[in-house]
Structures are given as C-alpha cells and as structure tokens.
C-alpha cells in the first residue's frame, strides 16, 4: 500500500583535489579521488571531470552517501580556472 522511501542525504564538502585515478575502465569510467584526506567516488561526468581538475585545484562537491557509506560525488564546482582553460591559455601565449 504505501512504499517507504529513503530521505537523500546530501553533504557539501570544500577542499583540495589529491590522488586521482581511474579505477575502472568501460562504458562509465569510475574515478576514485581524494579531497582533503576523504575518498570520492565520481561516476556520472567523471571524463568531464577529469578534464576540468586535476591534483592540487580548489574545488566545491556535493556527495551522498551509498550502500557501503561512500562518498559518491553527484555534482563538483572547481573555484578558479579549470585545466581546460588552463591549458587553452598556454596554447595561446
């Protein structure tokens, strides 16, 4: 009759990027990541993100937890310049 249903908690976490790999390889690459001492997971948009951060950049993550109390990142705002755009201003220079 009625379905209980989970409440999403969602945390925000700021800090620095560290340790970045790509732990599995297929149709949705996951990429694993520290920030600030904390392991995330990032599946959805992780070539995205590989391509806009890279170790040592500022960035602002919205996470949850799973199952096995990870923290899997749902959305990331880098603060500052991407490596993307930092790259593109070398090419010009």
Known sequence: MYKLTEA???KTMKGYVSKIRVLKVSKT???RFSLN???CLIAAHNLIFLGDVDEGMQIVVAVEYNSRNQFIVRKYLVIGKTKIMIEFENINV
């Open 29 to 31: 690459p996951l990429v």
């Open 8 to 10: 999403i908690v969602m």
């Open 37 to 39: 001492e904390v392991n």
